[in-house]
């Protein structure tokens, strides 16, 4: 843990002062991440793709002291007061923003600043703990999204690549909420492709000055920011003397002139959130405002982005949690045929489901967090992708069963749980589609797996005998069936034997994916890169065998510790393990070379008659040819 | 036994026959055999005669007919005054009808009438086939006996209604219930028409939709609405788009275009347009054409904007640039590719060809005309302005003479060949 408690200061401000000197290094730290290439320790996740099982990442799970522990029940205490008592979710719905007082409200809570060291006014959390605080914004998603474009990627920027100066000039305000941040970064011709952007930065004659020019659309708080990170092309000369177009950063304030924005965007949901386009004109940002290094805007990017994401898990989970407890109420009080909704076998799958869910993004996130908060600074940005994906996908997907179990009054603007359902449709969105996300954790594992089998796979193919016999062995021996062990369960085993059986659904799953991955580098090499289709699939898989080996780690934990209910985690824990096998047996039968349950060339075909004619293809049904 | 079996088994019992009687009744045209033969005789020597004879000897048998045509031709004549259109040609149908109670001379009619039909401009109503077969005699002609079955039962009149459906058939028309009912009533169930008539039923409605790319029925008659729907013909690509460079001075009382204002339209994909501005103004590109295009019975003319293929030193390679995009990598840093077995690409000598630029179509196919349509293009594609290019039009008279000389050749569809010779000749004129 990179915290220790200490406690006895009274304002919750400054409370966490305890770790200061340490985090002080971690913020350090981190910036000097930047600058290095290779991932420092094994990260759990790449070695699922050669088919092992990093246990020392994942078991046990990560815990807080009771220090810490104590230290964030307090401040979560007057947080959640404030959320459930006095935020208003209709009406910033309603108005499409959120009123003076509660903005006033969260700064002086210290909601802005949560992860800005303590040396610059911030509270310096931990990423635990910011997941923790996370559940409880999540109860209304338009304050979320606002205070993570702030400070999950508004003014990460400064954290992660800022020096000492941008540091202690921007940090205090950011962190007391005296300045909101935005991230500035897609145009109207560049959503992920950042070769296509069009702002340019140019070094003004005495090479004091940036003159920036270029719009920006999408902005969270483009309208509330006054500071910004925005990304633009700047003349980068290379080491080999050529003159380069490099993206760059830059920390721009509203102040600096040449900023204005549009009028903000009317959306579906998050409808309190702050979206609009910013432009610069002319903006003159001085040297000293460069982010990181001049040309290193895209790593800068990527890190902020690749940081921002593991939050959402807890966020969602906090929100699914309270839509439990209301559509329980609901089904338990309502009553059809003399009986009530709650007695009916197919309202009571859908809270299994959502319970299920909420269980499993939980564990995923504070994993996660865990590991992020692990010293020696691991690179966790695949596990971030996978349980930004996971939840949003369960966040759409439950609160579309709550509204099938409230009924009419799902769908009705008195209530609201048409607005939950609004507000979770961008989480499939933003913070990098779950598409694209999909395609990073793939090839991010496979590059780390193709790596290491380069030499296994060049002697296949160069038809080396022994490699080949050991290869045909290795198949056979597993299609006769071999039962896997990898080391989780049995006497000294890193889960309980209450979940023993899952365990070793998921240790199976985990040696036949890497089999898999083997194959598929063998079969595709690296022009699987255009196989989207199947590095979908993979993610898919990973993404289970993550959530899969989360909830065996909390449910172990649970019931070793004696936590309250842990009978019911282990019920749940079962559950989405044995589902999640079987999901990932079928996907991996589709993975196979003449796999019969493979219909992508059939799907592309499809898609390519319906593209090429730009519409929906068939006959109508009452059509005759005679 | 069933009905193919009887067919088969009449068809070659009918050629033995006609071993037998092709010596009596050699040559003789089956159109000609006098009604009065005996009915096993005559059915002989028409299957004797073809055995394509399920095709009606349509339009070839004029000559021996005509001297009973011109006995119903008067009905025909009677209408002349009034407009040539389908209720003066139902109007003469049903004189015959009157004139006629004993239907003499129907057959003869039916064909007549077949051939003024286009004459007429009812040769897509099916409602005017149902009339012409209904005035064959009903329950005359159906065979009573397996025997007549299988010896065509009054084989003239089965071809006049093989040729009825015939002809339907070559306009694409498709028979209906009432079609059937009345090859029933007239034929009977197991006679050719009723055969022919099955067959396409059958084969019709699968035919129908059978051209992934179809061509409108009835072409448009403006030159610039033509040339937009040959341009979008050609060009699968739903996002380009279609530009009239110059419209056509407006048509004098006569009908003619003017000749120096002739239509200019053209084509051009977003793709397109992109390859041009990164076009080598060092290398020039040409202009060509003209190229034809038939659509049904038109024949229309483009021209391309093409370049040569780069040689392959030229040629840039396309990178993946390092920083390009921000979510996932865009290439995998591995040594191998895909393996053989995951090969799909068949080894095909593939013949590259430069870029086509853009596509036009014009009223008149000389430099003068293309220059503006170049100068158009200019508009959209700035990049234009430093390329040099070549005018290389092909010395259009050949091609265009024999294609010209073709179109004589089949029966003059729907009375457009006076303007297309017209263009025609004004191509042969300018170049």
């Given amino acids: ?626 | 036994m069933s009905w193919a079996q009887a067919i088969l088994l009449a068809r070659g019992l009918s050629r033995g026959w006609g071993g037998i009687c092709g010596a009596v009744l050699t040559g003789a045209p089956f159109s000609q055999v006098p009604l009065q033969a005996p009915r096993g005789l005559h059915c002989s020597a028409a299957a004797h005669n073809s055995d394509s004879w399920l095709v009606p000897p349509w339009p070839e048998p004029r000559k021996g007919p005509t001297k009973a045509l011109t006995l119903h031709e008067e009905l025909f004549q009677q209408t002349l005054e009034g407009a040539r259109d389908k209720a003066n040609f139902v109007r003469a149908v049903q004189n015959f009808g009157q004139h006629n109670v004993h239907k003499r001379g129907h057959v003869d009619f039916i064909y007549l009438a077949l051939r003024k039909m286009r004459e007429y401009g009812v040769e897509r109503d099916l409602a005017v086939y149902n009339l012409l077969l209904d005035i064959f005699p009903k329950e005359v002609f159906r065979p009573r006996s397996i025997f007549q079955s299988m010896f065509i039962h009054y084989p003239r009149q089965q071809e006049c209604g093989i040729a009825v459906l015939e002809q339907m058939e070559s306009h694409g028309v498709m028979p209906n219930k009432e079609t059937e009912f009345l090859l029933i009533q007239i034929f009977g169930r197991k006679s050719y028409p009723m055969l022919k008539y099955v067959r396409m039923k059958l084969w019709f409605s699968r035919f129908k939709n059978i051209n992934p790319f179809p061509v409108p029925r009835d072409l448009p008659q403006d030159p610039v609405d033509l040339a937009k729907l040959g341009l979008r013909h050609m060009e699968p690509n739903l996002s380009a788009t279609v530009t009239i460079y110059q419209m056509p001075s407006s048509r004098d009382s006569t009908g003619t275009a003017d000749p120096t204002e002739p239509h200019i339209v053209g084509i051009q994909t977003p793709d397109q347009q992109a390859a041009l501005a990164h076009h080598n103004p060092a290398r020039p590109i040409f202009v060509e054409g003209p190229f034809s295009l038939w659509l049904r019975d038109k024949c229309v003319y483009y021209h391309i904007l093409r370049a040569d293929l780069l040689p392959p030193e030229e040629r840039e390679v396309e990178e993946i640039p390092e920083e390009w995009n921000l979510h996932y990598p865009m290439q995998l840093d591995l040594e191998y590719g895909r393996s053989g077995w995951d090969d799909y690409e068949f080894d095909i000598h593939k013949v590259e060809e430069g870029p086509v630029f853009a596509i036009c179509m014009a009223g008149a196919h000389d430099q003068a005309t293309l220059a503006k349509w170049i100068q158009g293009l200019q508009e959209t594609n700035p990049a234009l302005a430093q390329i040099p290019v070549v005018f290389r039009l092909a010395g259009s008279t050949g091609e265009l003479l024999a294609s010209s000389s073709g179109l004589e050749e089949p029966p003059p569809p729907e009375g457009q060949e006076e303007e297309e010779d017209s263009q025609q000749r004004q191509q042969q004129g300018q170049s």
């Fill in chain 1, 1 to 626: 843990m990179a915290t220790s408690g200490c406690m006895g200061v009274a304002d919750l401000l400054r409370r966490a002062v305890a770790a200061r000197a340490s985090r002080a290094l971690v913020a350090f730290a981190t910036s000097r991440r930047l600058l290095r290439t290779s991932p420092p320790s094994r990260a759990f996740a790449k070695e699922l793709f050669l088919g092992k099982i990093e246990k020392k990442e994942v078991f046990p799970f990560p815990e807080v002291s009771q220090d810490e522990l104590n230290e964030i029940n307090q401040f979560v205490g007057p947080v959640e007061k404030f959320f459930t008592e006095e935020v208003d979710s209709e009406r910033i719905d309603r108005e499409g923003k959120i009123p003076k007082e509660t903005l006033e409200k969260l700064k002086s809570l210290g909601l802005f600043g949560l992860q800005v060291p303590e040396e610059y006014g911030g509270l310096g959390l931990s990423n635990t703990m910011y997941a923790r605080l996370g559940e409880i914004v999540g109860l209304d998603a338009s304050i979320a999204v606002t205070l993570a474009a702030h400070q999950a990627i508004g003014l990460k920027g400064i954290i992660l690549a800022g020096n000492k100066e941008q540091k202690a000039k921007y940090l205090p305000k950011l962190a007391s909420g005296e300045h909101i941040a935005a991230f500035c970064l897609t145009e109207p011709s560049s959503g992920s492709d950042v070769a296509s952007i069009k702002s340019r930065a140019t070094l003004s004659e005495d090479k004091k000055h940036y003159i920036l020019n270029g719009s920006k659309v999408w902005i969270t708080n483009g309208g509330l920011a006054n500071i910004f990170t925005v990304f633009a092309k700047t003349q980068v000369v290379d080491s080999d003397s050529s003159v380069k177009d490099k993206i760059t950063a830059f920390i721009v304030e509203r102040d600096f002139g040449g900023v204005t924005n549009g009028k903000p965007e009317d959306k579906l949901g998050i409808r309190g959130s702050n979206t609009c386009e910013v432009h610069f004109e002319n903006t003159k940002v001085p040297i000293e405002n460069v982010l990181g290094e001049v040309g290193g805007g895209f790593k800068v990017a990527m890190n902020i982005l690749n940081n921002g994401r593991f939050s959402m898990g807890s966020t969602v989970a906090g929100m699914l949690k309270k839509l439990i407890e209301m559509t329980a109420a609901y089904a338990c009080s309502r009553k059809q045929f003399n009986k009530n909704l709650s007695e009916f076998g197919l309202i009571q799958e859908k809270f299994a489901l959502m319970a299920q869910k909420a269980y499993v993004m939980e564990s995923m996130a504070y994993l996660t967090a865990g590991m992020l908060d692990q010293p020696g600074f691991p690179d966790c940005s695949i596990e971030a992708a996978m349980v930004k994906v996971f939840s949003s996908e369960g966040a759409w997907q439950c609160v579309s069963e709550a509204l099938q179990i409230l009924g009419g009054s799902g769908y009705v603007k008195d209530y609201p749980y048409e607005r939950f359902l609004r507000d979770s449709r961008i989480l499939l969105i933003f913070e990098g589609t779950n598409e694209i996300l999909r395609m990073y954790i793939a090839l991010t594992g496979l590059q780390h797996a193709g790596r290491i089998l380069t030499a296994r796979i060049n002697e296949l193919k160069r038809g080396n005998v022994t490699t080949i016999l050991e290869t045909v062995g290795q198949r056979l021996r597993d299609s006769l069936g071999r039962t896997v062990d990898l080391g989780l369960t049995g006497k000294l085993g890193a889960v309980h034997p209450s979940v023993a059986d899952s365990a070793s659904k998921l240790e199976e799953n985990v040696y036949y994916f890497g089999r898999t991955v083997e194959t598929l580098l063998l079969r595709f090499g690296k022009t699987i890169v255009e196989e989207q289709m199947v590095l979908k699939r993979v993610a898919n898989i990973l993404i289970n065998l993550y959530g899969m080996t989360a909830v065996l780690s909390r449910a172990s934990r649970s019931i070793r510790v004696g936590i309250r209910n842990h009978d019911h985690e282990v019920l749940l824990a079962n559950i989405f393990c044995a589902e999640a096998y079987y999901q990932n047996l079928f996907t991996l039968s589709q993975l196979d070379k003449y796999s019969p349950e493979n219909l992508d060339e059939q799907i592309k075909k499809v898609s390519q008659q319906v593209l090429e004619k730009q519409a929906y293809v068939c006959a109508h049904p009452l059509d005759r040819t005679s």
